[in-house]
């Protein structure tokens, strides 16, 4: 096996190839590969490096600039809105090739659940629809099988459906949830719940935990801009309790349309934090990729800059915005 051919080689031909394109205005990846291979044999010798190369390259050519502004006016113009849609539609097709080539999957087809990125963490959020009387058994198993401890609903509960207690027989084992206890929330409430996992046969528990479920009340689609300062308030405690807790489990009535805003602002929030920069439209993309079409409409779009505003309104580090 040869060392420091492949993720090395990958970052030289990258250089390059970025170098040349500033130099030259033109790109020849084949021939920059070859020449690197004779100064030193089987360099970027793997497809998947080879062509991560040229999405690299590709990003870095294509990317444009979509600052936000201090001025929510600014932010909220039909121009600068159709302009970041329209990117973000230019760009799917490269979001498709880098979604093509990564491990995750759906879980559960009914559920049309995924796995989603965060902000430098991989399969951050689980992201799903909201169970059924037909599906919620599938949702308990999945919350057992992932280890989810934290759980955010995007709309309140169905009381028709009966997500507790419930138990669960399977061929081998057994599980079973309960509510611990409920707090009363301005935005909604937080169930504590108990989960347990035990064979069927001796009754020995192989897998026990407490999950946090936080329900979110008066907020809807139709409705998303008068009521989406509660998803925001929910957001922020959701996220503060579950830190570190990957993967959260996400949810609401169609798996895409709140969740999508959830998973794009905490991106955006994230990387604040750390960066001192607002990315909105590779927010959108990183959630993109991830086989589910968040934020697709300018209405939508429009509640994402509302709540970055909000956010950020009176902040310490707001200056750092662009005026």
Request: proline share 2%; net charge positive.
């Amino acid at each position: 096996m040869k060392f420091g051919v492949n993720r090395t080689g990958t970052l030289i031909l990258c250089d390059l190839a970025l170098a040349m394109a500033k130099c030259t205005n033109e790109v020849d990846i084949y021939n920059l590969t070859k020449c690197l291979r004779e100064q030193r044999p089987h360099m970027v010798n793997k497809m998947e490096n080879y062509l991560l190369v040229h999405l690299v390259v590709l990003e870095v050519l294509m990317e444009i600039e979509n600052p936000f502004k201090k001025s929510l006016h600014e932010n909220l113009d039909e121009n600068v809105i159709k302009q970041q849609l329209n990117y973000l539609k230019r760009l799917q097709w490269n979001d498709s090739i880098v979604k093509s080539q990564s491990s995750q999957c759906a879980t559960n087809p009914e559920l049309h659940t995924s796995f989603v990125d965060g902000y430098e963490t991989s399969e951050n959020y689980l992201v799903t629809r909201h169970p059924t009387q037909q599906t919620v058994t599938e949702f308990w198993k999945i919350i057992v099988t992932e280890q989810v401890t934290h759980i955010l609903f995007l709309k309140k509960l169905n009381e028709n459906i009966p997500m507790w207690p419930h138990r669960i027989v399977g061929s081998a084992t057994i599980i079973s949830v309960r509510l611990l206890e409920k707090s009363r929330k301005s935005y909604g409430i937080i169930n504590y719940l108990e989960v347990r996992r035990f064979t069927k046969t001796t009754g020995q528990i192989i897998y026990e935990t407490n999950i946090c479920l936080f329900e979110l009340h008066d907020w809807s689609v139709k409705r998303q801009l008068k009521n989406s300062f509660n998803l925001l308030k929910i957001m922020l405690e959701f996220n503060r309790v579950g830190e570190h807790r990957e993967p959260c489990l996400i949810a609401c009535k169609d798996g895409v349309s709140a969740s999508g805003l959830f998973v794009v602002l905490s991106y955006i929030f994230r990387k604040f934090q750390k960066e001192l920069e607002i990315d909105v439209c590779n927010a959108i993309r990183t959630a993109r990729r991830n086989g589910t079409e968040f934020v697709d409409s300018a209405k939508q779009l429009k509640v994402v800059h509302m709540l970055i505003r909000a956010y950020f309104h009176g902040h310490d580090k707001y200056y750092y915005i662009e005026e």
